[in-house]
């Protein structure tokens, strides 16, 4: 077999390395590849950073500290960017629809960008910079919120 298509229809478990022995040629479908959302791409630029997309994953190892995953409509909803040099958090008007951000181990100094964000239940900004704790009074759905080591 020289060309595989992925257009057939693969069973998931079903393959193996064997399934693909002698394939110099694999083609996919655009329509099958995940399109990360703008405001993703301009966070991966801006900060020299990849951010993966762990959308179809139930669980996230723990020692993964870049993803986002998204919700059915195609909205951000859970933002990992732990350890990635983040000194703003202007951006995060792009991501009205978070549910839990993750920003610790960052060089955030002050919170801001947060107004909008009236569906986040979970906050992580441990290890940061912030000495003023301001403009959290809009995150009415909040319930959890982590600050240790500012």
């Known amino acids: 077999m020289q060309e595989l298509s992925t257009a057939i229809d693969l069973f998931p478990f079903c393959l193996d ?5 002698g394939v110099t040629l694999l083609y996919t479908s655009d329509d099958m590849k995940a399109k990360k959302p703008q405001a993703i791409l301009d966070l991966e630029k801006t900060y020299n ?3 993966p997309d762990l959308s179809s994953q139930e669980v996230v190892d723990p020692w993964i500290d ?3 995953k998204q919700d059915s409509s195609g909205a951000v909803v859970k933002l990992c ?4 040099q983040i000194d ?3 951006w995060l008007v792009d ?3 978070l549910k839990s951000l993750y920003l610790s181990h960052n060089q ?3 919170l801001e960008g947060l107004d909008g964000l009236t569906s986040l239940t979970g906050l992580s900004l441990r290890n940061n910079q912030i000495s003023k704790l301001e403009g ?3 995150l009415t759905s909040l319930t959890r919120l982590y600050l240790s080591g500012n």
């Open 81 to 84: 960017l732990e350890e990635c």
């Open 88 to 90: 703003s958090m202007a």
């Open 66 to 68: 870049r993803y986002f």
């Open 17 to 21: 390395y064997y399934t693909f022995e």
């Open 49 to 51: 950073i990849d951010i």
């Open 108 to 110: 955030i100094s002050k």
């Open 95 to 97: 991501f009205p629809a």
């Open 136 to 138: 959290l009074d809009h």
